[in-house]
């Protein structure tokens, strides 16, 4: 088993970054059916290969975007009201988004865990957002290649997508 290093993979997505950009492109502007029974084949094939466990680099280096249901639900279970917990952790960013004041977020705990793994917000559960009827449109906003370099699960998945779908031409 091999030992996982972050600074690999970023090695690797700085390296590969401009040919999968391009795939990413090409893949959001296309027509053909079956992307998305293809992006659940990558999606499977990236989760046997990265663990977040050993990761949690979106947790160190990244915020959450924050819905208000999300402050509301946690405030409560911190027994906080809205405005002390977003007075306390959350500002709005230039893209008038509720995200984080400070990295690493508050919640990561031991050994990478999320010490509020089952009210988390949405964005968190979500994060990568591999397997989504949007795929394309996320393609095109560059999500995926925005990741590539801050989360090895994407650069992982987006290696075995573009492996996949030239098998499949
Ligand atoms: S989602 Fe990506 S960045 Fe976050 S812990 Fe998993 S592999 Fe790492
Ligand atoms: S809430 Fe949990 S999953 Fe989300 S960034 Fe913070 S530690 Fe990570």
């Not at 990413?24 to 053909?32: A, E, M």
């Not at 949690?56 to 279970?77: E, L």
Request: aromatic share 12%; with cysteine.
């Amino acid at each position: 088993m091999t030992t996982f290093k972050y600074t690999t993979y970023q090695r690797r997505a700085w390296r590969k970054k401009k040919k999968l950009a391009s795939f990413l492109r090409k893949v959001g502007k296309s027509t053909t059916k079956g992307i998305l029974k293809q992006v659940a084949e990558a999606d499977k094939a990236a989760w046997k290969e990265v663990s977040c466990l050993d990761c949690a680099n979106c947790c160190k280096k990244m915020t959450p975007t924050y819905t208000r249901k999300d402050i509301n639900r946690i405030a409560k279970h911190l027994k906080m009201t809205y405005k002390q917990y977003f007075d306390k952790y959350l500002h709005i960013d230039d893209n008038k988004d509720i995200v984080n004041t400070s990295t690493p977020c508050q919640f990561l705990g031991k050994d990478h865990k999320c010490t509020i793994y089952a009210i988390r917000p949405d964005d968190c559960s979500g994060f990568p957002h591999f397997v989504r009827n949007d795929f394309r449109y996320q393609a095109r906003e560059k999500t995926y290649v925005n990741n590539l370099a801050l989360c090895p699960a994407t650069l992982v998945f987006v290696e075995k997508l573009k492996e996949i779908v030239e098998r499949d031409n």
